[in-house]
Nanobody, 122 residues
Framework: QVQLAQSGGGLVQAGGSLRLSCAAS??????YAWFRQAPGKEREFVAT????????NTAPSVKGRFTISRDKAENTLYLQMNSLKPEDTAVYYC?????????????????WGQGTQVTVSS
């Protein structure tokens, strides 16, 4: 049974840091990603990484502040978030795709984590 189990998140002051984790079980995938969704907004791409870890892509809005990584041995995906801003407040989702091709649209991902709330106070 394929499952993406998220952990981390919470409340942090602006300028602080958080790390999100996403443990995948059941199989490995070609590509993994993080998305976020703020109230009243569409789900937004944050970052993606290939299964090998050699290919990453980060949204301009978080580039230089957020880092995606993956522990292949543990089959766990991470999102390190530094210099957080109030506009980063959202529910964050991890996602996985069977395809290894670079994808930034939510519709291209087959499996999703349960979501975790990140709230950044000003």
């Amino acid at each position: 049974q394929v499952q993406l189990a998220q952990s981390g998140g919470g409340l942090v002051q602006a300028g602080g840091s958080l790390r999100l984790s996403c443990a995948a079980s059941g199989r490995t995938f070609g590509r993994y990603a993080w998305f976020r969704q703020a109230p009243g907004k569409e789900r937004e791409f944050v970052a993606t990484i290939s299964s090998s870890g050699l290919s990453t892509n980060t949204a301009p809005s978080v580039k230089g502040r957020f880092t995606i990584s993956r522990d292949k041995a543990e089959n766990t995906l991470y999102l390190q978030m530094n210099s957080l801003k109030p506009e980063d407040t959202a529910v964050y989702y991890c996602a996985a795709s069977s395809s290894a091709f670079l994808r930034t649209n939510a519709g291209d991902y087959d499996y999703w984590g349960q979501g975790t709330q990140v709230t950044v106070s000003s």
